[in-house]
């Protein structure tokens, strides 16, 4: 099948292809051996940072099962160092943002230099890439409210009461920061397809930490802003958020040609929320790929039973692939998804 006519675009524009396609956040990763493999050689930033490392990276779930697209082997926190955040990974804790922006001159003296330069690496690996894969490659950013609350807590949280205080203390200095944001997204969108990805995806893994009210004023309109400038580069845009069921229709309203849902809704309550004439992505609890065949394969059959084989579905994981999933569970889960869909 041919690049421009594969299934998962088909999908993404709401046409009906041939079977369900799928793909799986973070099929490029520490469940894989051949990853685990050069994580011992390499550290994270290093083969973030190196192209010929991301470019195998990228690549090696795709020559070990038969899915649909691929995802540039990346992080959604490397354009935060660009912008005056040193970045660790550190083992054990996660990602550590060292100088956190806690007040509006943090925020002043945070630069937006072109993300060509900042991200050379990851353009490079996507050029690499494109010689070698036969599937279409998703580029992809952080949105601009995950960026803030990384920047502003310095890493993970919980309660994310740094993030929320600077929002509700100075709205002011808050749209300051989302503004500024908000640019270094779209143009690192931009130059991701300008590389030659063919989808683009916006993660705001953290969106579920407001509410709706919280979403609609501080959050939305940045969201919207994003998708509507990566909308400009004439690929389909994925807007992907999680913990959001209390809001997805406000999620939806923010934009994107495909909308993806965790896995806290029933895939059918989730669609009707996006709306039935929107596509959607999601949503198999990532949990499931640790399970039984028998339960994984009952926990895929319900999602594409509530799918009902309408256009514009694109099957995933409600998050990422957690470490340590049995490989052979991912290699039935794509195999089962495209046979049981077909026809």
């Not at 041939?18 to 099929?27: G, H, K, N, S, V």
């Not at 005056?84 to 804790?93: A, I, M, N, Q, T």
Request: charged fraction near 20%; charge should be negative; hydrophobic fraction near 40%.
């Amino acid at each position: 099948m041919k690049r421009g006519t594969s299934r998962f675009l088909e999908a993404c524009h709401g046409r009906r292809a041939d079977c369900t396609p799928i793909w799986l956040m973070r099929q490029a990763g520490r469940y894989m051996p051949e990853y685990r493999a050069l994580r011992e050689r390499f550290s994270m930033l290093d083969c973030i940072n190196t192209p010929h490392l991301a470019a195998e990276i990228t690549l090696q779930p795709i020559e070990a099962f038969d899915l649909d697209a691929a995802i540039i082997f990346s992080d959604i926190l490397p354009p935060l160092q660009g912008m005056g955040l040193p970045l660790e990974f550190v083992k054990g804790v996660g990602p550590r943002l060292d100088n956190p922006v806690r007040n509006r001159g943090d925020i002043e003296r945070l630069a937006t230099p072109p993300m060509a330069d900042v991200m050379s690496g990851t353009l490079e690996a996507i050029r690499l890439v494109r010689q070698e894969l036969r599937v279409p490659l998703i580029g992809f950013s952080g949105a601009p409210f995950t960026l803030a609350s990384y920047a502003i807590e310095g890493g993970g949280s919980k309660s994310y009461a740094h993030a929320k205080g600077l929002m509700y203390s100075d709205p002011e200095a808050w749209h300051e920061l989302m503004g500024k944001l908000s640019d270094v997204v779209a143009d690192y969108l931009t130059a991701q397809a300008e590389a030659g990805v063919d989808a683009l995806q916006v993660f705001d893994s953290w969106a579920g930490a407001v509410g709706r009210l919280d979403y609609e004023r501080f959050v939305q309109p940045y969201t919207r802003r994003v998708i509507e400038a990566a909308q400009e580069t004439g690929l389909p845009v994925i807007n992907f958020s999680t913990g959001t069921s209390g809001h997805l229709d406000a999620v939806a309203a923010a934009g994107g040609d495909v909308v993806g849902v965790d896995f806290r809704l029933p895939l059918d309550s989730a669609w009707e929320q996006v709306g039935l004439d929107r596509n959607v992505m999601g949503n198999l609890d990532p949990v499931l790929l640790h399970a039984p065949w028998e339960t994984l394969r009952g926990g895929a059959e319900d999602v594409l039973r509530r799918a009902a084989a309408r256009p514009g579905h694109v099957f995933n994981v409600g998050h990422g692939i957690l470490p340590h999933t049995p490989v052979d569970n991912v290699r039935r889960l794509v195999d089962y998804v495209h046979e049981s869909s077909a026809g």
